[in-house]
């Protein structure tokens, strides 16, 4: 992936692959909140002194930051006539919006279903 990243079909190449790497912290995310929802309680239980609330924000943080990245370039790079790689654009693009989607309806569902306990 030598190249400026000036040039659109550098800029689609990161786009996809980062859009893509940046699903990879939102599913551990989403694990780490599936396994800690109560369904009799319909709340997401954590525990005061454990490490789940630092991971997750962390694993939320990473995937925003590398699929906004990867979204930003595909939305600069589609479309442009010099870009011979106009699919990596469109899956960088789409794939960052829908992980940039999943992350806030998973911070959103965080905020307003967590009930933490002391422990």
């Avoid at 599936?34 to 239980?45: N, T």
Wanted: net charge positive; proline share 3%; glycine share 12%.
């Amino acid at each position: 992936m030598a190249g400026s990243i000036r040039r659109y079909d550098v800029q689609a190449t990161y786009a996809s692959l980062l859009s893509i790497l940046g699903a990879l912290p939102c599913g551990g995310a989403a694990v780490l909140v599936l396994q800690r929802y109560q369904h009799e309680l319909g709340q997401i239980v954590y525990g005061s002194k454990g490490m789940f609330l630092p991971v997750f924000a962390g694993a939320a943080l990473l995937s925003m930051v590398l699929a906004g990245i990867g979204f930003l370039l595909g939305w600069s790079s589609a479309g442009q006539r010099r870009n011979d790689k106009q699919t990596r654009s469109w899956i960088g693009f789409f794939v960052g919006g829908a992980v940039l989607s999943l992350d806030a309806i998973m911070l959103i569902a965080f905020y307003l279903l967590r009930l933490e306990r002391p422990m």
